[in-house]
């Protein structure tokens, strides 16, 4: 079982819908998570993190952690077409100060 | 307040040669972490450092990988004796020492094997 993943998509949404990103991690006791932005050929961009249990908004982003179920989601509110990217779920294990990032969800939004 | 920097952005080696890769943190960051993404592939860690000391390589490749983060100068990853399977993008970010797990990227060295 990998450590975090995520599926690779592509997920393609029409513009100004909710696009829904989901990730799952396998440390139990992982206390910080995170969703990076990577375009095609840039580097990841931090956009959200999330440390408790809930709902977390940010504009137009809202994170969502269950550490019950150990799983992350991202939901992108009126989608643009500049949301077109790979999102990174990334989760910081309970015994390590690294990052562990899941393979990316390619999401596509369509005009 | 700059960003993360890393040189070279585009690195061209042949095979058998050394490619050294170059990060200076965020102004006001002490903490390094190197990660390699090969094509169509994720983020992998290789190793996380602080000034002077290496606290967790375990993502590094036992042999021809090695890093560094002097007291003066930005971190260092250098790889000796490159084999075409080292081509990758490898990102360099840094973290406030209060927050190690809040990380920033730098633009990241492309680095292609010939």
């Known amino acids: 079982q990998k450590e975090v993943e995520q599926n690779s998509g592509p997920l393609s949404v029409p513009e100004g819908a909710i696009a829904s990103l989901n990730c799952t991690y396998s440390?139990?006791?992982?206390?910080?998570f995170f969703w990076y932005r990577q375009y095609s050929g840039k580097s990841p961009e931090l956009i959200m993190s999330?440390?408790?249990?809930g709902d977390k908004e940010d504009g137009r982003f809202t994170a969502q952690l269950n550490k019950a179920s150990q799983y992350v989601s991202l939901l992108i509110r009126d989608s643009q077409p500049s949301d077109s990217a790979t999102y990174l779920c990334?989760?910081?294990?309970?015994?390590?100060?690294?990052?562990?990032f899941g393979s990316g969800t390619r999401l596509s939004i369509r005009p | 307040n700059a960003g993360v920097m890393q040189n070279p952005r585009h690195l061209v080696r042949r095979r058998g040669q050394e490619a050294r890769l170059r990060c200076s943190p965020m102004?006001?960051?002490?903490?390094v972490y190197w990660y390699r993404q090969l094509p169509e592939e994720g983020l992998k860690f290789m190793v996380y450092?602080?000034?002077?000391?290496?606290?967790?390589e375990s993502g590094m490749p036992k042999e021809r990988f090695s890093a560094e983060f002097p007291k003066e100068g930005p971190s260092i990853l250098r790889i000796q004796q490159v084999v075409r399977g080292d081509s990758a993008a490898y990102f360099c970010?840094?973290?406030?020492?209060?927050?190690?797990?809040?990380?920033?990227f730098g633009p990241g060295t492309r680095l292609t094997v010939l």
């Open positions: 102004k006001g960051h002490s903490h």
């Open positions: 990334a989760v910081c294990p309970s015994s390590a100060s690294k990052i562990i």
């Open positions: 999330i440390y408790s249990n």
């Open positions: 450092l602080q000034k002077e000391n290496i606290i967790d």
């Open positions: 440390d139990r006791g992982s206390q910080s």
């Open positions: 970010a840094s973290s406030p020492p209060e927050k190690t797990d809040t990380q920033y």
